[in-house]
Structure formats: structure tokens, C-alpha cells
């Protein structure tokens, strides 16, 4: 066996690991090591592709606002292409979601980022919705698409770029401490380094558990994505469509239209497939609220959104073992939020405080740290 050291493994080479690898390697020695032949082949290539800063919890709005200048304007060099491109986001609600509609808008760092609508402004922005379904809405003209592919090969690039490695087909098979801090053993190849970065995913716990570190109660949930037929050209400037309880979303995707029924189905950490009946079900939520008539399905998929019990995500050195570090719990907001996260994982995994400009708008270190998990991780 191949034996090397670093100063921070990382486990795991979606858009959670690659943010924390590329920021963490300009100043360390950094290894990644992927299980899969490619990084991105877990929910990172399988999301909605949404940037809002207004989805999610309140943590995960202060992330996502911490992101956007990063995701519109990223540093020279960082990519060839624009990685977002401006799509509003319309939250829809029928008679019956009216207070949902209403307590949503009132909060206090939604309120300054939506415009309400009534349901002829929603209908001019989005001409296949039902006038006897949609009530009112609220429109979010500030959110986007977001390149995944463009963002997540930009840090894998800067991390070559900042001499980083990255080593796909190495599944981390064993974790020990030992050596200088953490013995992390692949089939082939054995590391020791002080800091092990946990951006495993929905394996999160897994190799929590190969560590003999307490999990923190990761939660995989499935959810369901598919693309149809758009009726038209014209659907392309259509804002994201999302029901205020999150019962379904669409939006135009590359000539056609994705639409979810936004499924959270508990699931074991897997290559997530989609079912036949969830389709079926973001088929009639979508043809209920729209005269949308859905006669062929492109294509459909799946994966995992993994969430702990306040559905925050979970970034910080675990208190049980020294060296052992969170990046996990990232649900259904981890493209939207992975700029301002890789940056903050970078500061706290070598002992510095959230960066300034991150704390200005409103991320607190403190909400995500993983002991705030212990009581209800059920260990
Ligand atoms: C249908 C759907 C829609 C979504 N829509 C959005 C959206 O609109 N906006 C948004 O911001 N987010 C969205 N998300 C959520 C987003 O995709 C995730 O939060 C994000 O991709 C999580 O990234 P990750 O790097 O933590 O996980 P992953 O991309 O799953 O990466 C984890 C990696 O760890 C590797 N790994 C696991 N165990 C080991 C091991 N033992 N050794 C080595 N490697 C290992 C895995 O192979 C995997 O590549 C959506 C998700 C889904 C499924």
C-alpha cells in the first residue's frame, strides 16, 4: 500500500468538498479523495440548479446571501463562462395557502427581497398557471440558474491550480487516529494528516461512524426531478414556479420544463433512482396548477437532499474527536450556499473566525456548529 501524508483530507469531491478543498489549499497541504471514477455524481449532478436567497431557513438565506456576489462576479480567472443567469423565482399560493403566503412574506429578511402579486401578475409572468388555482403570489426577481457544472469545476481547478490533488476511485475504507492525527486508508493508498474534512454527503454519518466519531443524525430524504415538453418558446423567460408549501416547482430547463414534486422520501445513503408514482405525482400537482398537458417525459432522476433535525447544515470540528471536521447537512441549499460555506468550513478548519464579510450578513458559525446536534442525534 501507497503510504503519503497531508495536512487536511478531505472525503468527498461534490460542490461541498471541492469549495472547502479549493479555499483550504491555499495555504495546506490538501488531498481529496473521491469514491466515485468522477466527483459529481451525487446530489451535486443531480439539483434543481436554484440560487435564492430567500429558500431554506434562516442560516441558509444568511449563506445564500453571503454567496451571491461570489456566484455573479467570481474571481478572475475562476471560470470562462457567467456561472448564473437571472430567472425569478414566483412562490405561488392557492385560496387555502394564503397564510403560508403571508407569514412567508413577513419575515424579516424575505420581506425586503419579494414583491407580491396578485394572480393576474402572476398569470402575465407565467401564462400556463390556472386563474382558479393560483390566489396570489410572490415574486423573487433576484434569483437565478446556476451553471453546476461551470461552479464545481471551477474549484476543482483552483484546488490543481493551488496544488491540491484529488484522487477519484478512493473510497475512504478506513479512519483511525493515529500517525500525525487521522490514519485514512483508501484500498490502495494510506494518509495521515492532522484535519479530516467529513464533505461525504449523504455518507456523512458512514464515516462518522468509520472514525468511531458520534453522527449527527443525517436524515437522507430523496427527491424526485424530471424534465417535459414545454409548450412553447416562449416558456424560456418563465420565472421558477414553486408552490408555497413546496408540493411541486417547475421551470424551463434547456428547451423543456423540470418539474419535481418536492419529495423529501427517507432513504438509506444510495445511488438514489426515481420512483414511477413520485413522477406521477409532480405530473398531476404541475397539470392541476397549470394547463400544462403532459404527454412525454424526457427524462426523470433522482437524489439524496440530506438534512439534520433542525435541517441546518452542520460545518465545525466535532468535540468528541480533535481533528475531525463537519461539512454535512447541506439539504436541498447546497449549490446556492456552497461559496460562502467552502469559505467558512476553510476559516474554522484552521481555527479562525467566520470571515467579516461573511458575519456582516448574518452567518453565524454558532447556529451550525455539530455539538448542538449531540441531544438529538440519539447517541
Ligand atoms: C433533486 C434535487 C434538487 C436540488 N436542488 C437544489 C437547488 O436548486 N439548489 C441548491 O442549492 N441545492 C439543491 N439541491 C441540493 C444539493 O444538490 C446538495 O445540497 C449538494 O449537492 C450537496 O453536496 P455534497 O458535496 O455535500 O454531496 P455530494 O454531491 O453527494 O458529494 C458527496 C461525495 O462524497 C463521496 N463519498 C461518500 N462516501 C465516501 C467515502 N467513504 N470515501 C470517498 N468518497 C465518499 C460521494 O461519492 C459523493 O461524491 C438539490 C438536490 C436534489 C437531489
Same mark, same amino acid.
Given at each position: ?6 495536512? #487536511? #483530507?478531505?472525503? /468527498? ?7 472547502? *478543498? ?6 495546506? %497541504? ?32 444568511? !449563506? ?12 478572475? /480567472? ?24 403571508? *407569514? ?22 407565467? @401564462? ?14 433576484? @434569483? ?9 469545476? $471551477?474549484? !476543482? ?16 475504507? %478506513? ?20 484535519? #479530516?474534512?467529513?464533505?461525504? $454527503? ?23 426531478? !424530471? ?71 424526457? %427524462?426523470?432522476?433522482?437524489?439524496? %437532499?440530506?438534512? #439534520? ?24 441549499? /447546497?449549490?446556492?450556499?456552497?461559496? *460562502? ?39
Amino acid at each position: 500500500m501507497n503510504t503519503t501524508t497531508a495536512d #487536511v #483530507v478531505v472525503i /468527498g469531491a461534490g460542490i461541498a468538498g471541492a469549495s472547502a *478543498a479549493a479555499a483550504l489549499a491555499q495555504t495546506q %497541504r490538501v488531498i481529496v479523495l473521491e469514491r466515485e471514477a468522477f466527483p459529481g455524481m451525487h446530489s451535486t449532478g443531480r439539483s434543481a440548479a436554484l440560487f435564492s436567497e430567500i429558500y431554506g431557513s434562516a442560516p441558509i438565506r444568511a !449563506l445564500s446571501r453571503a454567496s451571491r456576489r461570489f456566484l455573479y462576479a467570481p474571481p478572475e /480567472g475562476f471560470v470562462d463562462a457567467p456561472i448564473v443567469r437571472q430567472r425569478g423565482a414566483l412562490h405561488i399560493a392557492s385560496a387555502a395557502q394564503m397564510d403560508e403566503l403571508d *407569514a412567508f412574506c413577513a419575515l424579516p429578511d424575505v420581506a425586503p427581497s419579494v414583491h407580491r402579486l396578485s394572480a393576474p401578475a402572476a398569470l402575465a409572468r407565467c @401564462s400556463i398557471l390556472r386563474s382558479d388555482y393560483v390566489a396570489a403570489a410572490a415574486l423573487e426577481a433576484g @434569483s437565478a440558474d446556476v451553471d453546476v457544472d461551470l461552479l464545481h469545476r $471551477g474549484w !476543482l481547478r483552483q484546488l490543481k491550480a493551488r496544488d491540491g490533488q484529488l484522487i477519484v476511485n478512493a473510497e475512504v475504507v %478506513r479512519l483511525a487516529r493515529g500517525g500525525a492525527g487521522w490514519r485514512v486508508e483508501t484500498p490502495d493508498l494510506r494518509i495521515d494528516a492532522p484535519v #479530516v474534512v467529513n464533505a461525504a $454527503g449523504a455518507w456523512a454519518d458512514v464515516v462518522a461512524r468509520l472514525a468511531d466519531v458520534r453522527p449527527v443524525g443525517l436524515e437522507p430524504r430523496r427527491r424526485t426531478a !424530471l424534465i417535459v415538453d414545454a409548450p412553447g418558446a416562449e416558456s424560456d423567460s418563465w420565472p421558477m414556479v414553486i408552490d408555497i408549501d413546496e408540493r411541486f416547482y417547475f421551470r424551463p430547463d434547456a428547451g423543456g420544463l423540470l418539474l419535481s414534486p418536492g419529495d423529501e422520501t427517507p432513504s438509506a445513503p444510495c445511488d438514489a433512482q426515481p420512483d414511477e408514482l413520485d413522477i406521477a405525482i409532480a405530473v398531476d400537482r404541475v397539470q392541476t396548477a397549470t394547463t400544462l398537458e403532459v404527454r412525454r417525459i424526457r %427524462r426523470s432522476w433522482a437524489g439524496l %437532499r440530506s438534512f #439534520v433535525a433542525d435541517r441546518n447544515p452542520v460545518v465545525g470540528f466535532a468535540s468528541d474527536a480533535p481533528g475531525f471536521f463537519w461539512l454535512a447537512g447541506q439539504g436541498g441549499y /447546497g449549490i446556492q450556499t456552497a461559496p *460562502a460555506m467552502g469559505r467558512l468550513a476553510c476559516a474554522l478548519a484552521q481555527g479562525e473566525p467566520t470571515p467579516a464579510d461573511l458575519a456582516e450578513l448574518g452567518v453565524d458559525a454558532q447556529s451550525l456548529r455539530p455539538d448542538r446536534l449531540a441531544a438529538t442525534a440519539g447517541v
